[in-house]
C-alpha cells in the first residue's frame, strides 16, 4: 500500500467553467490571464520577478495540457486533466469537499451588499453573548482594506471588525495583543454558533498586529469555523479504514476537523511546503497528506496581484523537484485547486472556472528502485 500526497493551490484555476456566466465569470482565467499578463510585461515588478512566466515543472506535469494551451504533439510527465465542479457555490468549503467527494448541492445563506450587511438580530445575539461593546465594519469587503479602514479605531474602542464578501462567510478582524487572540477565537466560536441558522458555511478569525493602517498586518493565526461536511468524505472513510490524514494548512479547519488526524501549519506558501515535506517522513503507507497552499488566494487572488501570484507559482514550481524526489514507489500525489480567483478580474471576489474543483491535476509516480 502507498502513501497519497494531495495539494491544493488555492484559487489556481484555468478558465471555462460552462456555467460561468451564471456567477458573472466568463471569460474569467486565473491562470490564462497571469500567463498573458507575464507575456506582455505586467507580471514584471522591481525586485520580485520580470518577464514570462516560468513554471517548468508544473508543465513537464502537463500543466499547459490540462489548460488547453499545449500543442497537439505536448506530451505530459504525468497523468493530467481538467473538470468543471458541480457545486453550487465558488467558496473554499464547497471547492474542498468537492474534491474529498462531497459536491455542495444546496444554496448557503450569504449576506446582502448593504450597509449594513448583518441583520441586527444576529450582531446583537452575538454582542449578548459575548460582552462585545459593538462592531465596526458591517459590510462587504477586502481584508487588509478593511483592516486599514477600521484597525485603529478597532484598537480604540475595543470593538472587533466584521465584514462579508460574496462567499458565505463572516470574517471577524481583531488586533492579537489590543482584543487578544484567544478572546477573537471564543468570539468567532460565539459567532459560529449563531450563524448557523442562517446556514453559513464558515465564520473567519482574522488577527492582526500593527499601530496604525501603515503597519497592520495579518497574520498566520488565521482560524476557519466551518459547519461540518453534510456526507462523509473521503477523510472520513480514509479514518475509518484505519488510516490517517494528515492536514498541513487550513485543511483541518476547512473540514471542521472531521477525519483528520493532525494538523500541521506555517506563515505563508514555503513555511507550508517545509510543513508538507516535514510531514511526510512521518506518514506510513496507506496514509493521506492534504494541503492547502492559501498565499495564492489571499495574498495575490483577492488583492488582484498578478506579479505577485506569479512569483507565487513559480517559487512553488520551484521546489516541486524536492516532493518528487521525496515520492516513495507506489505513492500519488495530486496537484489541484478548489476554485480560481482570477487576478486581472474585475471587483476581488472568487472567480468560477472549469477547475474550480480541480484547476489541474498533475500525478506522478516515482519509478520503482
Given at each position: 500500500m502507498s502513501r497519497a500526497i494531495l495539494i491544493v493551490l488555492d484559487s489556481f484555476g484555468i478558465g471555462r467553467a460552462p456555467d460561468a456566466s451564471i456567477f458573472g465569470d466568463e471569460g474569467a482565467?486565473?491562470?490564462?490571464?497571469?500567463?498573458?499578463?507575464?507575456?506582455?510585461?505586467?507580471?514584471?515588478?522591481?525586485?520580485?520577478?520580470?518577464?514570462?512566466?516560468?513554471l517548468p515543472n508544473l508543465e513537464r506535469l502537463g500543466l499547459l495540457t490540462a489548460a488547453g494551451l499545449a500543442g497537439s504533439d505536448a506530451v505530459a510527465g504525468g497523468l493530467t486533466g481538467s473538470a468543471a465542479e458541480i457545486s453550487h457555490g465558488k467558496d473554499t468549503p464547497s471547492g474542498h469537499w468537492e474534491i474529498a467527494g462531497v459536491p455542495v448541492l444546496f444554496d448557503w445563506g450569504y449576506f446582502p451588499r448593504t450597509?449594513?450587511?448583518?441583520?441586527?438580530?444576529?450582531?446583537?445575539?452575538?454582542?449578548?453573548?459575548?460582552?462585545?461593546?459593538?462592531?465596526?465594519?458591517?459590510?462587504?469587503?477586502?481584508?487588509?482594506?478593511?483592516?486599514?479602514?477600521?484597525?485603529?479605531?478597532?484598537?480604540a474602542t475595543g470593538r472587533p471588525i466584521f465584514y462579508t464578501s460574496s462567499d458565505s462567510v463572516l470574517q471577524i478582524a481583531a488586533h492579537e495583543t489590543h482584543f487578544g487572540l484567544q478572546r477573537l477565537y471564543d468570539l468567532?466560536?460565539?459567532?459560529?454558533?449563531?450563524?448557523?441558522a442562517l446556514n453559513i458555511g464558515r465564520v473567519i478569525a482574522r488577527p492582526f498586529t500593527g499601530e496604525d493602517a501603515t503597519s497592520f498586518r495579518r497574520t498566520a493565526n488565521r482560524r476557519d469555523y466551518s459547519v461540518p461536511p453534510p456526507e462523509a468524505t473521503l477523510l472520513d472513510r480514509a479514518v475509518e479504514a484505519g488510516r490517517r490524514v494528515l492536514a498541513i494548512g487550513k485543511i483541518g479547519d476547512i473540514f471542521?476537523?472531521?477525519?483528520?488526524?493532525g494538523v500541521r501549519k506555517g506563515d505563508g506558501n514555503m513555511a507550508l511546503f517545509d510543513a508538507m515535506m516535514a510531514t511526510l517522513p512521518d506518514a506510513e503507507d496507506g496514509d493521506l497528506v492534504f494541503a492547502n497552499f492559501v498565499d495564492f488566494d489571499m495574498l495575490y487572488g483577492h488583492r488582484r496581484d498578478v506579479p505577485g501570484y506569479a512569483a507565487a507559482l513559480e517559487a512553488f514550481d520551484r521546489r516541486l523537484p524536492e516532493l518528487i524526489e521525496a515520492l516513495r514507489p507506489g505513492d500519488l500525489a495530486i496537484i489541484t485547486a478548489d476554485h480560481g480567483c482570477d487576478p486581472t478580474w474585475a471587483g476581488t471576489d472568487h472567480t468560477r472556472e472549469g477547475e474550480d474543483r480541480h484547476a489541474f491535476a498533475g500525478v506522478v509516480s516515482p519509478r520503482p528502485g
Open positions: 482565467d486565473t491562470f490564462g490571464h497571469i500567463l498573458a499578463a507575464c507575456a506582455r510585461g505586467a507580471g514584471d515588478r522591481a525586485d520580485l520577478r520580470e518577464g514570462p512566466l516560468h450597509i449594513p450587511a448583518f441583520p441586527i438580530s444576529l450582531i446583537e445575539a452575538i454582542r449578548d453573548d459575548t460582552c462585545i461593546p459593538g462592531i465596526l465594519g458591517d459590510r462587504h469587503g477586502s481584508g487588509t482594506d478593511i483592516i486599514a479602514e477600521f484597525g485603529e479605531a478597532s484598537i468567532c466560536e460565539a459567532a459560529r454558533r449563531h450563524v448557523d471542521a476537523h472531521r477525519g483528520v488526524s
